[in-house]
């Protein structure tokens, strides 16, 4: 059970138990696996998931792979498992506990998303173009992550108009820049065609959110050289 700040129970939400940025989705719909999740299951994810916020990463595997033998059809908990195991650095485990979600769903949203993280990791970018395709095919409206993760992999590709494109698509849809390294993003991929003010715009832009000192400076400089090179 669940508990709010008052001492109440509250609605679990097993999205907001995901590792960013998955923890910022929501899946649309109820599967009929999300229905018959057995309570021990249940418990265990929950268990697993306040291990992981106290950073004991070896808790919440044991406690997340209780939960997949209790049901084997728990989709949130084979992609929370496949997330620990990314961080634990098993990339191939962790292939495979986000795979295996979509044994149990095969339209589960996050278990997309874990497959593009990883494959981005790796730089395994056609994975990740088209596991982040896949994504935006499930949500296309309001799923800015991929939308990132899509841009960043056309980028690595060169492809980039529709890298441009899917980055302006995830600005769009994160309007409170709470991802402001989307303008970073953009800036890359402005640099790449040529596009000195654009590029320039976009890091000003970054610079606004960023919060960083490594990054602050990093992006100064490259301004810096920018400005110094359309003052010649």
């Known amino acids: 059970m669940v508990y709010d700040s008052d ?15 998955l923890n910022s989705i929501q899946t649309a719909t109820v599967g009929v ?9 249940r418990a265990e994810f929950e268990n697993g998931c306040a291990s992981l916020r106290k950073k004991k990463l070896a808790d919440a595997e044991k406690h997340l792979r209780k939960a997949t033998e209790q049901y084997q059809k728990y989709p949130a908990a084979w992609v929370l498992l496949g997330q620990v195991l990314e ?22 949203l996050p278990a997309f998303l874990c497959l593009t ?12 173009l088209r596991f ?21 992999a056309n980028l690595k590709l060169h492809h980039l108009l529709e890298a441009e494109k899917s ?4 600005l769009e849809i994160d309007a409170n820049n709470s ?20 590029t320039a715009a976009q890091l000003r832009e970054y610079l606004k959110y960023a919060k960083d000192p490594d990054d602050v400076a990093f992006v100064k400089n490259t301004l810096a050289k920018l400005d110094g090179a359309s003052a010649r």
């Open 7 to 21: 001492g109440k129970p509250t609605a679990f939400r097993e999205e907001a138990c995901f590792l960013p940025p």
């Open 33 to 41: 696996a999300d229905l018959q999740v057995p309570a021990k299951a």
């Open 87 to 108: 961080v634990e650095q098993k990339p191939q485990e962790a292939i495979n506990a986000c795979s295996h979600s979509l044994a149990a769903a095969r339209d589960y």
């Open 117 to 128: 993280d990883i494959a981005s990791r790796q730089e395994k970018w056609e994975d990740a």
């Open 132 to 152: 982040s395709a896949r994504a935006l095919e499930l949500e296309p409206t309001t799923n800015a992550a991929a939308y990132a993760y899509n841009a960043t």
């Open 167 to 170: 980055a302006l698509r995830a």
């Open 179 to 198: 991802e402001p390294r989307v303008h970073f993003l953009l800036a890359q991929i402005y640099a790449a065609k040529g596009d000195r003010p654009n």
